[in-house]
């Protein structure tokens, strides 16, 4: 097992990982920022290394600098949690080229996973289901057009290295179909350095569902069920549940499968999300597969009883999975919501400052990952999430009544945060019957 592990991140995931090496007896190295030099958690780090100022590409994104950081400390792995480098492939090559275990996939089966075109040439072979459209890239018009005729409208035009919702253009008949190819053509180039584009099925009304998998490097790789992320604005998940309700259990085993399978074929050791929309008939298509922990995790870990964290640092040090696919079920339902420091109010302008108050909702069934305190000052430099507020209990029902008695424990202040919406959303007929679509929210926000 590794000695000692530098955590390339900030925030509650710095937090939730430095815990999880702890537990395992494994040193954790934090590096951070100008702008989080006053970070609670820094405290308990084994060591704190200043990596520069407050901007991210001078720090959690400046590879060199982590790097350099990892060699003074001496470290075994790196974990790079989400977001900033975690889907890096030059950053996990950089790691292994410089004897760093990275916690995380190898560049080529990251390379493999996160290029969509070869995504879905992947999981087409693994029969995973996937959207109609183009078989790989398109090279013109008229091969855009036949396709499109083929699957019928509306569908969208997507770059192959597209991310963070970025490059993508919705066409509901053929002259708009033509006039946004090259368009989105040129585009992904200037974006993405790489101009491949492709095309699919547009769906009107859809569930996000997704699977949550891990591999080993031993050719072993299991899922442990589906979250519900369906809670959305602009892209951006909201709310967070498992199991979803109301899916036919016996569907979700076989996308679970089929997910597994995706990650065995790309000899994916480590944590990744395969994530899905799923149609009104239950029919599931692809989107794209994360190759890193997600933010929402613990919603899995709390129905599974899995430590997903845990478990990718022992695949990266090269242990088997503990467990096997008839091992894993799950108990309960479970929910987080995310606490952003925006104000649902005002169309979610972003409340950066200090926290003066902070009274957390605690007792049974509730986890809070976060790294805030009272007299801790928001820095306006990085994604507004402060926290989630997690609930476990045996059913939908009973978590929904917890999370409602929680949500009234929880004082924040004088900051504003999302969670005043959450409690208005507990009174949504609609959200309590469950299975809202992807676009629910931002209609009754409206
Ligand atoms: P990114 O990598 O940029 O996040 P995704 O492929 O995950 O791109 O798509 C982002 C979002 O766009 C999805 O969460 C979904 O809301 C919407 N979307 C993508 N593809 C489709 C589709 N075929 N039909 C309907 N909505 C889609």
């Given at each position: 097992?590794?000695?000692?592990?530098l955590?390339?991140?900030r925030?509650?995931?710095?937090?939730?990982?430095?815990?999880?090496?702890?537990e395992?007896?494994?040193?954790?190295?934090?590096?951070?920022?100008?702008?989080?030099?006053?970070?609670?958690?820094?405290?308990?780090?084994?060591r704190?290394?200043c990596?520069?100022?407050g901007?991210?590409?001078?720090?959690y994104?400046n590879?060199?600098?982590?790097?350099?950081?990892?060699?003074?400390?001496?470290?075994?792995?790196i974990?790079?949690?989400?977001?900033?480098?975690?889907?890096?492939?030059?950053f996990?090559?950089i790691?292994?080229?410089?004897?760093?275990?990275?916690?995380?996939?190898?560049?080529e089966?990251?390379r493999?996973?996160?290029?969509?075109?070869?995504?879905?040439?992947?999981?087409?072979?693994?029969?995973v289901?996937i959207?109609?459209?183009?078989?790989?890239?398109?090279?013109?018009?008229?091969?855009a057009?036949?396709?499109?005729?083929d699957?019928?409208y509306?569908?969208?035009i997507?770059a192959?290295?597209g991310?963070?919702?970025?490059?993508?253009r919705?066409?509901?008949n053929?002259?708009?179909?033509?006039?946004?190819?090259?368009?989105?053509?040129?585009?992904?180039?200037a974006?993405?350095?790489?101009?491949?584009?492709?095309?699919?099925?547009?769906?009107?009304?859809a569930?996000?569902i997704?699977v949550?998998?891990l591999?080993d490097?031993?050719?072993?790789?299991?899922h442990?069920f589906?979250?519900?992320?369906?809670?959305?604005?602009?892209?951006?998940?909201?709310?967070?549940e498992?199991?979803?309700?109301g899916?036919?259990?016996?569907?979700?085993?076989?996308?679970?499968?089929g997910?597994?399978?995706?990650?065995?074929?790309?000899?994916?050791?480590g944590?990744?999300?395969?994530?899905?929309?799923?149609?009104?008939?239950q029919?599931?298509y692809?989107?794209e597969?994360n190759?890193?922990?997600?933010?929402?995790?613990?919603?899995t870990?709390?129905?599974?009883?899995?430590?997903?964290?845990?478990?990718?640092?022992?695949?990266?040090?090269?242990?088997?999975?503990?467990?096997?696919?008839?091992?894993?079920?799950?108990?309960?339902?479970?929910?987080?919501?995310?606490?952003n420091?925006?104000d649902?109010?005002?169309?979610f302008?972003?409340?950066?400052?200090?926290i003066?108050?902070w009274?957390?909702?605690?007792?049974?069934?509730?986890?809070?990952?976060?790294?805030?305190?009272?007299?801790y000052?928001?820095?306006?430099n990085?994604?507004?999430m402060?926290?989630?507020?997690?609930?476990?209990?045996?059913?939908?029902?009973?978590?929904?009544?917890?999370?409602g008695?929680?949500?009234?424990?929880?004082?924040v202040?004088?900051?504003?945060?999302?969670?005043?919406?959450?409690?208005?959303?507990?009174?949504?007929?609609?959200?309590?019957?469950g299975?809202?679509?992807?676009?629910?929210?931002e209609r009754?926000?409206?």
């Amino acid at each position: 097992m590794f000695r000692r592990v530098l955590i390339a991140n900030r925030g509650e995931i710095a937090l939730r990982i430095l815990r999880a090496c702890h537990e395992m007896g494994i040193e954790a190295v934090c590096v951070y920022s100008e702008a989080d030099r006053d970070a609670p958690y820094l405290r308990l780090a084994d060591r704190a290394i200043c990596i520069g100022p407050g901007p991210s590409k001078d720090s959690y994104l400046n590879i060199s600098r982590i790097i350099a950081a990892a060699e003074i400390a001496d470290v075994d792995a790196i974990h790079p949690g989400y977001g900033f480098l975690s889907e890096r492939a030059d950053f996990s090559q950089i790691c292994r080229e410089s004897k760093i275990e990275f916690i995380g996939p190898s560049p080529e089966a990251m390379r493999k996973l996160g290029d969509k075109v070869e995504c879905k040439r992947t999981a087409r072979a693994a029969k995973v289901p996937i959207f109609p459209g183009s078989e790989g890239e398109i090279e013109d018009e008229d091969e855009a057009a036949q396709i499109a005729s083929d699957i019928g409208y509306p569908v969208i035009i997507k770059a192959s290295a597209g991310g963070g919702g970025r490059g993508m253009r919705v066409c509901r008949n053929e002259a708009s179909l033509r006039t946004n190819i090259r368009a989105a053509q040129q585009e992904a180039l200037a974006a993405f350095g790489n101009g491949a584009v492709f095309i699919e099925k547009f769906l009107e009304h859809a569930r996000h569902i997704e699977v949550q998998v891990l591999g080993d490097k031993h050719g072993h790789a299991v899922h442990l069920f589906e979250r519900d992320c369906s809670i959305q604005r602009r892209h951006q998940k909201l709310i967070e549940e498992a199991p979803a309700p109301g899916v036919d259990r016996k569907k979700i085993a076989q996308l679970g499968e089929g997910a597994a399978r995706l990650i065995k074929q790309a000899d994916y050791a480590g944590a990744a999300t395969v994530e899905f929309l799923m149609d009104a008939n239950q029919q599931f298509y692809m989107l794209e597969v994360n190759t890193r922990v997600q933010v929402e995790h613990p919603v899995t870990e709390l129905i599974t009883g899995i430590d997903i964290v845990k478990a990718s640092i022992s695949v990266a040090a090269g242990e088997p999975l503990g467990f096997k696919q008839k091992d894993i079920s799950v108990t309960g339902h479970a929910i987080e919501c995310r606490i952003n420091a925006e104000d649902p109010d005002h169309d979610f302008r972003p409340s950066a400052g200090l926290i003066e108050t902070w009274r957390p909702a605690g007792g049974p069934g509730v986890r809070l990952d976060t790294h805030v305190s009272a007299g801790y000052r928001v820095p306006p430099n990085y994604d507004s999430m402060i926290g989630k507020l997690l609930i476990h209990d045996d059913s939908r029902e009973e978590a929904l009544a917890r999370l409602g008695r929680s949500l009234n424990e929880f004082e924040v202040g004088p900051i504003k945060t999302t969670l005043p919406l959450y409690q208005r959303l507990l009174d949504n007929s609609d959200f309590r019957a469950g299975g809202v679509d992807i676009h629910y929210l931002e209609r009754w926000m409206k």
